[in-house]
């Protein structure tokens, strides 16, 4: 036996101890190293049994996350189906068609079922993927498939639509355009030259004011032409409209806001009142020049007076059914023409007319002595000649004769105004509401005792119903 080392152990006891000697074995080392080799290699192989579980782990996961995205993609796509089966459904009704209907229907009927079945397997952990990922892929398809669908059905719904709506439209510009022409041919009834029939036969004695008050309709009529007119051209040269009204009728009323139609009117009514103070101004005097030498009331009319009625009622006579064209064409100086042209002047400004139709040839024209033949100048000297019999025919009576505005605010009195628009009345609430001049549209007339109402736009007093 090889005895490689020992160990010493010194004992206490003096200088003549004895000492002993303890032999170790060699191989004791090598023991424990097998040992400590056998334990490292367990735990390798516990780490490697937990690395292995832990990656069972991963991959089942990973599986049963892949599974369930399959199954959200697969559910979103027959969703997707059962919307497009009953859009489907939807547009089968419209025109109806019962074999487009029943087809529609078990479409429907058949991706529920499929959905269902698709609850079912996943309930009962039996789903029967192939590949979550083929599935998913699969799953896509189906649902841009049934959105193509979808689309394809939206579009030929919105087609239907817009091929009906093109019908009703057409339809209803053909309405519209008998009702134009309608109107055109009661306007041309209402505005040919030569109108008031009355008046042809009837002799000076026996005037009254009612034959005044047929006259001043005769003449609002073309008046109201003109303005309609006059708006057709602002609206083309593409006039802001409100701010337009807002520099003739600078009210706290403003534009009326309940609804398009009542701004339209009140712009109307807005610009008529801009057109008829200019053309009357001046109305109480004979040619719209010199103060009125009507003999006072309760004198004797004398032959020169009653020869002055005479020569203007000749004239009414004459100019009322006379052609204009040729009439101012061959007089040029005659005081109709001048009347023409000296009002055209002051109701058309020189940069209106330019915004209207981009030059100044019209007023050139007139400034020169011309008459324009165009619509626009046409529509305004028939205006003009029919303010101008009316002042003939009131210059006829013999009596004194007043032209009056009503003040803004006053008090609606119905024995010197009238409402210009039923409208307005119609949506004041209440009985015994005190109503207000807004502005005076169409001036009053007084002739001798009677009283020819003035036309205005009313609105409730303390009431502001319109925006600024």
């Known amino acids: 036996m090889n005895l490689k080392s020992a160990t010493k152990v010194a004992s206490n006891n003096g200088g003549g101890g004895i000492g002993i000697c303890i032999l170790t074995n060699p191989n004791s080392k090598f023991s424990d190293d097998i040992h400590a080799d056998s334990g490292a290699k367990e735990q390798q ?46 547009i089968a009704q419209n025109p109806y068609s019962t074999e487009a209907i029943q087809a529609a229907d078990q479409s429907v009927v058949d ?22 990922q083929v599935t998913v892929m699969l799953a896509e398809i189906q649902e841009q498939q049934s959105l193509m669908k979808t689309y394809e059905i939206t579009i030929k719904k919105m087609e239907s639509e817009a091929d009906a709506k093109t019908s009703e439209v057409a339809s209803m510009r053909k309405l519209l355009d008998e009702y134009a022409a309608f109107n055109r041919s009661l306007e041309k009834k209402l505005n040919a030259s030569g109108p008031l029939p009355m008046f042809d036969n009837i002799q000076l004695s026996v005037l009254n004011p009612s034959h005044f008050v047929q006259c001043l309709h005769y003449s609002l009529r073309s008046m109201r032409s003109f303005v309609k007119l006059m708006i057709r051209e602002m609206e083309s040269a593409r006039w802001d409209m409100d701010a337009a009204a807002r520099a003739v009728e600078p009210a706290e009323l403003g534009i009326p806001s309940k609804s398009p139609a009542a701004a339209q009117q009140y712009r109307c009514f807005v610009f008529e009142s801009f ?82 139709f981009g030059n100044l040839s019209q007023r050139k024209a007139v400034t020169s002595g011309a008459f324009p033949d165009s619509p626009f100048f046409n529509a305004f000297a028939e205006m003009a000649r029919r303010v101008w019999v009316l002042n003939l025919l009131a210059l006829s009576f013999g009596q004194q004769l007043h032209i009056f505005q009503v003040r803004k605010n006053c008090r609606f009195s119905e024995v010197y105004m009238e409402s210009v628009s039923d409208d307005a009345m119609a949506e004041i609430p209440g009985a015994g509401v005190d109503l207000r001049v807004g502005f005076t549209v169409i001036p009053g007339f007084k002739i001798g005792k009677t009283v020819i109402q003035s036309q205005v736009y009313l609105t409730p007093a303390g009431k502001s119903p319109v925006r600024r």
Do not use: W
């Open 45 to 90: 192989h516990k780490h490697k049994d937990s690395t292995n579980n832990n990656n069972a782990t991963a991959k089942a996961r990973a599986k049963r996350s892949s599974v369930l995205e399959a199954l959200l993609a697969k559910l979103f796509a027959e969703v997707t189906s059962i919307k497009a089966a009953y859009a489907e459904l939807q």
């Open 111 to 132: 991706e529920l079922k499929t959905l269902s079945e698709l609850k079912r397997s996943f309930l009962r952990n039996e789903l029967d993927l192939i590949s979550p």
């Open 275 to 356: 057109v008829a103070k200019t053309m009357f101004e001046g109305f109480n005097h004979p040619n719209f020049t010199v103060p009125d030498e009507s003999p006072p009331e309760g004198k004797e009319e004398g032959k020169e007076e009653y020869r002055q009625r005479e020569s203007h009622f000749n004239k009414f006579k004459k100019l009322k059914a006379v052609n204009l064209r040729h009439y101012l064409t061959q007089n040029p100086n005659s005081s109709l023409a001048r009347f023409t042209r000296g009002k055209y002047l002051l109701l058309v400004h020189a940069k209106m007319e330019c915004s209207l």
